[in-house]
Each structure stands twice: as structure tokens, then as C-alpha cells.
């Protein structure tokens, strides 16, 4: 079976960013994306119907920003050494333009996804014998946390039924708390991105997604 990466957030930002500012696709395209050649940015805008806070998400170089009240989040093209690089250089140009922005925390995930013709998980007696699920029979998640080069690393495989088939989903997080009373938080994030902690936190996970499937799907003899 192939391991997928599935498109959700990359890059998480938690703190007090002026919901103004991170609406203005002019303001974004012009300050985080200054060289970009786009003319056109059309921005997305979700308002609550009862209480709820306004949301909206655009789209530029490939790039996708979400921005809510107290979140930022930046979901690239494609997961691979060029789409860390080009959330890096988003980063980069959002702590020039709002370096005084109180920043509490960020994280960094991402989820490979594989789908089979039957249960695994579901079926393993095994398993079902250590872990109460609480979920339904077409679906079973499996968590776990520990503390990962200064983060809090979150992570949790999860089979679920889907029509026919069934989808196993490797789901990596890693939460990285700012120190309080951080003086530059942006430039503490800033730093973390450029010497590569994207890159450092990502790169073992398909090794780490790839050795629980080899071993909850072996090979049959005589299969490459």
C-alpha cells in the first residue's frame, strides 16, 4: 500500500494577529508574498450565521492562509522539501512585518494516509484487547504523546470505514509552547523556521508511518 500525505495545515500560528491585517489580501500579497508575480487573490470569508467568529482563507503562490480570531494557519501545495521552504520564507516575511505580535505557541503537523481493501486495525484482536476505543465498529484511533526536540509531539493512527474500503491515517503533531513572558516571540519563531525545525520535525514521520504499516500489512512471500 502507498502512503499519501493529505492536505491540511502545515504551520499553526496561536496568537493576537489583528484579524484585520490577516484579511487584507492586498496586505498579505504585498508584505508575505512580496515576490510573487499573482495578480489576482480572492479571499474566502466564512461568517458564522449564529455567534462564531469571522474566518477567511485565500490562496497565494500556491499557499494557503487561514486566518480566525487567534490562529493563523498555512497549508502549502504539496508537502515536500519545497513546500517547507516556501512556508519558511512566508514565516520569515510575517515576523519582519509584525515582529512585536504576541505569539503563545505553533505547531507543526502533518497526516499520511493509506486505504486497504479490508480491516486491519479493526480485526486485530490484539489490539482491540488493550485499548478502549469508545468509537464505533467501523472506526478505531490509537494515541500517544511525548516530549520531541522541545516539543510536545502528538500522535495518533485512526482506521475508519470509508464506502467500501477502509482509511488508516498516521497523524503527526508537534506543539511547541513559547516560554512566558517571551520578550520576541516572533524572532524565537522566526529563528525555529530558518534553522529548520519544519524539516527536523517532518522528515522522520513517513520512516515512523511506514514501519507501523509494514508491520500491521506484511508481505506476502514472493511480493516486492
Same mark, same amino acid.
Given at each position: 500500500m502507498t502512503l499519501e500525505y493529505e492536505s491540511q495545515p502545515l504551520l499553526v500560528l496561536v496568537g493576537a494577529f489583528n484579524p484585520q491585517i490577516m484579511r487584507n489580501a492586498m496586505w498579505i500579497k504585498n508584505y508575505l508574498f512580496p515576490k510573487s508575480s499573482q495578480k489576482d487573490v480572492s479571499v474566502n470569508m466564512n461568517i458564522p450565521l449564529i455567534g462564531g467568529?469571522?474566518?477567511?482563507?485565500? #490562496?497565494?503562490?500556491?499557499?494557503? +492562509?487561514?486566518?480566525? =480570531?487567534g490562529k493563523v494557519q498555512m497549508t502549502p501545495k504539496e508537502f515536500s522539501t519545497s513546500g517547507y521552504n516556501a512556508i519558511a520564507d512566508v514565516v520569515v516575511n510575517l515576523a519582519a512585518a509584525l515582529p512585536h505580535t504576541p505569539l503563545l505557541a505553533y505547531g507543526i503537523n502533518c497526516c499520511l494516509?493509506?486505504?486497504?481493501?479490508?480491516?486491519?486495525?479493526?480485526?486485530? #484482536?490484539?489490539?482491540?484487547?488493550? +485499548?478502549?476505543?469508545? =468509537?464505533?465498529?467501523n472506526t478505531l484511533k490509537i494515541e500517544s504523546s511525548c516530549d520531541y526536540k522541545g516539543s510536545k509531539m502528538n500522535f495518533y493512527v485512526k482506521?475508519?470505514?470509508?464506502?467500501?474500503?477502509?482509511k488508516i491515517s498516521y497523524y503527526f503533531n508537534f506543539h511547541f509552547q513559547m516560554k512566558e513572558k517571551e520578550k520576541s516571540p516572533m524572532t524565537v519563531l522566526k529563528n525555529a523556521i530558518i534553522e529548520g525545525v519544519i524539516g527536523e520535525s517532518l522528515d522522520p514521520d513517513r520512516e515512523v508511518a511506514e514501519g507501523i504499516s509494514s508491520r500491521i500489512n506484511p508481505k506476502k512471500k514472493g511480493q516486492q
Open positions: 467568529d469571522l474566518s477567511s482563507s485565500m #490562496t497565494i503562490d500556491g499557499i494557503s +492562509i487561514h486566518s480566525e =480570531l494516509v493509506e486505504s486497504s481493501s479490508k480491516a486491519v486495525l479493526l480485526k486485530n #484482536t490484539a489490539i482491540r484487547k488493550i +485499548i478502549d476505543t469508545g =468509537l464505533s465498529d482506521e475508519e470505514k470509508v464506502q467500501e474500503s477502509y
